[in-house]
C-alpha cells in the first residue's frame, strides 16, 4: 500500500470495535493476509518468535505483519486448535483501494466450520469439536446447571440438567467428558469467580454473551428447524423429553444463537437431540487427567508419553476421535466394558484376523463423516464420490476376514461389525453402481477425475479432440530429439502438470543443446532439469488445456447430478464411520496388548458397589517407556469399610478413597 493507503486503513483500523485479547483479527489482502496492532506483536513474540516480522505503517506507527497463504494455515492451526483462540477475518467490500472492511469468516475453538478447509483441507480432523453453553439457577435451595452442547462438525445436539456444589464439581466432569473447547455463558454469570476458575482450569475458551440469548422462547420451531426426523414423520420438538428441563433449553437457545445455525439452510434437518447422561462415566476433574497424563501436553512435542499416545495405534482418524472420547469417558457399566474386553480379547488370541484388519483392510479408509458433510454441502467431487466408491469395495474383503474367524469364536463381532456392516454394504449397492457406470476409471490412473465420455455426446466429441491433440502432442517428442540430437524418453522426455498441461524436460547437462536456439522457450530451470517447449508444442497445448477446460464444463451439470444423488447416503456414511472406528479403536488395544514391553491384562471386574479394588504390579504404562528409569510395580487393595494398602503404607478405605 501507498502512504495514502496506509493513513486510510490505519483510521479504519483504529474504528473498529474493541474485542477481546483472544480474538485475532486478520485482514485478507487477497494475496496474502496481515495482521495489526496488539495482535501482531502477539503473533510476532508467541507464534513466529521473532519481532523481526514486525513492519511500521503510517506515520502513528502502526504494527503490522504480512502472512502468506500458507503461513497463515499453520498460524491459523496454531491460533485456534492449540492456544484456543478466536480468528476473524475481515475483508474489504469495494476493492483493494477502499477501507469498508466487514467480518467474512470467523472461527472460535468450538465452531471451526468456516475454516474446515483452511485447518482440514489436506487432512482429517483428528479431534470432536463442540460448543457448551450454561445456564445456572436454584431450585429448592440447590445450585441447578444446565448444558446446550453442539457438535457442528458431528451435526449433534446435547442436553444435561443436574445438581452442583460451589465448587461445580459436577460442570468440570461433565466438560472434560464432553470435550468442549469453548463455553458459551451470560456476562453475569462468569463474575462467578469459581466458575470462571473451572472453565480456566478445563482449557475451554470463555465467551460472553448477553442475557437475550439465552432465551427458550423461540427454541422449539428452531429445533423444529434443525433436527432430522425418521421417514414419514413430522418432528415436533415440543414432545421430546429434553423440552422439560428448562434450565438446559436455555442453553440450547444460546448455543443456536451463538453458532448462528438458523443462517444456513445446509443444517436444517441435519442435526440429532439427546440428553447426556454424564452418570454412566467416570468422573474425572481436569487435575485427574493432568495428574493421569492422559493426553499430551500441547508445550510437549513427545505425543507418546500419555495415555493417548500409547493407546493410539488406530489407522483411521474416526479410530482416533473415538478413542479420546473412550479416555474421557470411562465406563460404569460392567457389561458394556466386559462387552469391549470380549472383542478385544477375540483380536488378541485370533493374530491372523487382527493384523490383516490393522495392517491392510483399515489402512486408506477416508474419514466418511467429513465426506457427508461435503455431500450434505454440495461441496464434494467426483474424486470424492471415487473414495467412498474405493472404501466400499475393500470392505467385502474386511467383513469376509472378520466372519472366517468369529462365527464359531465370538458371536459379539457377529453382531456388532460384521452383521451391520453386511447391511450397510447392501445400502450402498446403488451408490457403487452409479459410480461405475459414470466414471471414467482409466482417467482416474491418472489422477483425473472426469464423468466417461459415452455418457453424452458433446463429452464425446471432446474426448476425441482431446485424444486427437495428445497423438499430436507425443509426434512432437521425436522431432524434437531429432532437432536437438539428444535422445526421447531418456535424455528428454516429454512430461504433463496440471498448471502447465505438457511441456518437455531435459536434464541440466544437456541444457546446452538449448542454448541460443531461437526455436524453443525455458519455462524454468530446476533440479531435475529445464523445462522449455517449441512453438509447436506451445499452440498444441493451448488448444488441450482449452479441450479440457470445455470438459470439465461440459459435465458440471452431470456431476452436480451424481452428487446431489450421492448426499442421500449421508446417513449410511455416518452410521459405516461409527462401524470402522469403534473396530478400529477395539482392534488398537488389541495391537497395543499383544505388543507392549511388559504384557497388559485382562482385569476381572466386579459390579459397581461390591467394594473391592486389588492391583498387582501396578504401574502407569508411561514408565515403561522412559530409558534407564526403573520403578516398582505396587500392589494395591481396597476393601470397603476395612484397610487400603500399597507396600507398606496402610489408610483407612474411607480416607484414601475420598482423597
Known amino acids: 500500500m501507498d502512504p495514502f493507503q496506509d493513513q486510510g486503513f490505519i483510521v479504519a483500523y483504529r474504528t473498529l470495535p474493541e474485542k477481546p485479547s483472544t480474538t485475532i483479527r486478520v485482514f485478507d489482502r487477497a494475496e496474502y493476509y496481515t495482521v495489526h496492532g496488539q495482535d501482531a506483536l502477539f503473533v510476532a513474540k508467541e507464534v513466529f518468535k521473532t519481532v523481526a516480522v514486525i513492519k511500521y505503517l503510517g506515520e502513528k506507527k502502526l ?14 492451526k496454531e491460533l485456534l486448535l492449540i492456544r484456543q483462540y478466536r480468528v476473524e477475518i475481515y475483508k474489504n467490500k469495494s476493492g483493494a483501494k477502499s477501507n ?61 440438567e443436574f445438581v452442583d456444589n460451589d465448587q461445580f464439581s459436577n460442570l468440570e466432569a461433565l466438560i472434560i467428558q464432553m470435550g468442549a473447547k469453548e463455553c458459551v455463558v451470560g456476562a453475569s454469570e462468569i463474575q462467578s469467580g469459581k466458575l470462571k476458575q473451572v472453565l480456566e482450569r478445563s482449557n475451554v475458551l470463555i465467551t460472553e454473551r448477553k442475557k437475550g440469548d439465552f432465551c427458550s422462547k423461540d427454541v422449539v420451531q428452531d429445533l423444529n428447524r434443525l433436527l432430522k426426523c425418521s421417514k414419514g414423520q413430522h418432528g415436533n420438538s415440543s414432545t ?4 422439560e428441563k428448562k434450565l438446559a433449553m436455555e442453553a440450547v437457545s444460546a448455543v443456536i444463537n451463538y453458532l448462528e445455525l438458523l443462517s444456513n439452510e445446509d443444517y436444517f434437518g441435519q442435526f440429532t437431540l439427546g440428553s447426556f447422561d454424564f452418570q454412566q462415566f467416570l468422573k474425572l476433574d481436569s487435575a485427574a487427567v493432568r495428574a493421569l497424563n492422559l493426553f499430551p501436553n500441547t508445550s510437549d512435542g513427545n505425543k507418546s508419553q500419555c495415555i493417548f499416545g500409547i493407546m493410539n495405534r488406530c489407522r483411521t ?73 474405493q472404501a466400499l469395495d475393500k470392505l467385502p474383503q474386511l467383513m469376509e476376514t472378520l466372519e472366517q474367524r468369529s462365527k464359531e469364536n465370538c458371536a459379539l463381532v457377529m453382531e456388532i461389525f460384521v452383521n451391520p456392516g453386511k447391511e450397510i454394504l447392501m445400502d450402498f449397492s446403488k451408490f457403487q453402481e452409479m459410480v461405475e457406470e459414470t ?48 535422445e526421447a524418453n531418456k535424455v528428454l522426455k516429454l512430461e504433463n502438470s496440471t498448471q502447465l498441461g505438457y511441456y518437455f524436460r531435459v536434464t541440466r547437462k544437456e541444457e546446452k543443446a538449448l542454448r541460443n536456439n531461437k526455436n524453443y522457450t525455458t519455462l524454468d530451470t530446476k533440479n531435475n532439469g529445464v523445462r522449455f517447449h517449441n512453438s509447436a508444442l506451445k499452440q498444441l497445448n493451448e488448444d488441450y488445456l482449452k479441450a479440457k477446460m470445455d470438459y470439465h464444463e ?25 462401524l470402522i472406528a469403534q473396530l478400529d479403536v477395539l482392534v488398537s488395544f488389541a495391537v497395543l496388548a499383544v ?65
Open 240 to 243: 421430546f423429553s429434553e423440552m
Open 554 to 578: 461440459q459435465q458440471k451439470n452431470i456431476v452436480a447430478e451424481i452428487i446431489s444423488i450421492a448426499a442421500g447416503y449421508c446417513e449410511a456414511m455416518i452410521m459405516l464411520n461409527e
Open 100 to 160: 469498508e472492511w466487514f467480518i467474512a469468516y470467523k472461527a472460535s475453538p468450538g465452531n471451526l466450520t468456516q475454516f474446515e478447509e483452511i485447518l482440514f483441507g489436506n487432512t482429517d480432523i483428528s479431534q470432536s469439536v463442540g460448543v457448551l453453553a450454561l445456564k445456572t439457577g436454584i431450585e429448592n435451595g440447590e445450585k441447578v446447571i444446565g448444558i446446550g452442547f453442539a457438535d457442528v462438525m458431528m451435526r449433534k445436539l446435547l442436553v444435561a
Open 317 to 389: 482418524v474416526q479410530g482416533e476421535r473415538l478413542l479420546a472420547q473412550w479416555i474421557k469417558q470411562p465406563l460404569v457399566d460392567v457389561n458394556r466394558i466386559k462387552e469391549r474386553q470380549n472383542i478385544v480379547n477375540f483380536f488378541v488370541n485370533n493374530t491372523e484376523p487382527r493384523q490383516m484388519v490393522a495392517e491392510d483392510h483399515l489402512r486408506g479408509i477416508p474419514d466418511f463423516q467429513r465426506l457427508s458433510r461435503k455431500f450434505q454441502q454440495r461441496k464434494a467431487s467426483l474424486q470424492d464420490c471415487y473414495k467412498v466408491y
Open 595 to 659: 505388543s507392549a514391553p511388559i504384557p497388559f491384562v485382562c482385569p476381572s471386574l466386579l459390579s459397581m458397589g461390591s467394594g473391592k479394588i486389588r492391583l498387582t504390579d501396578a504401574r502407569h504404562p508411561c514408565l515403561e517407556l522412559q530409558e534407564d528409569i526403573s520403578f516398582i510395580p505396587n500392589d494395591v487393595r481396597f476393601d470397603k469399610g476395612g484397610i487400603f494398602l500399597c507396600d507398606h503404607v496402610i489408610f483407612h478405605s474411607s480416607v484414601a478413597i475420598a482423597k
Open 439 to 486: 466414471m471414467d476409471f482409466h482417467q482416474v490412473e491418472s489422477h483425473e477425475f472426469v464423468i466417461k465420455p459415452g455418457f453424452d455426446e458433446e463429452l464425446q466429441a471432446l474426448a476425441e479432440r482431446i485424444s486427437g491433440l495428445e497423438d499430436k502432442i507425443k509426434a512432437q517428442l521425436s522431432k524434437v530429439s531429432r532437432d536437438l540430437g539428444v
Open 63 to 76: 504494527e503490522s505483519i504480512t502472512i502468506s497463504k500458507l503461513n497463515f494455515e499453520s498460524l491459523a
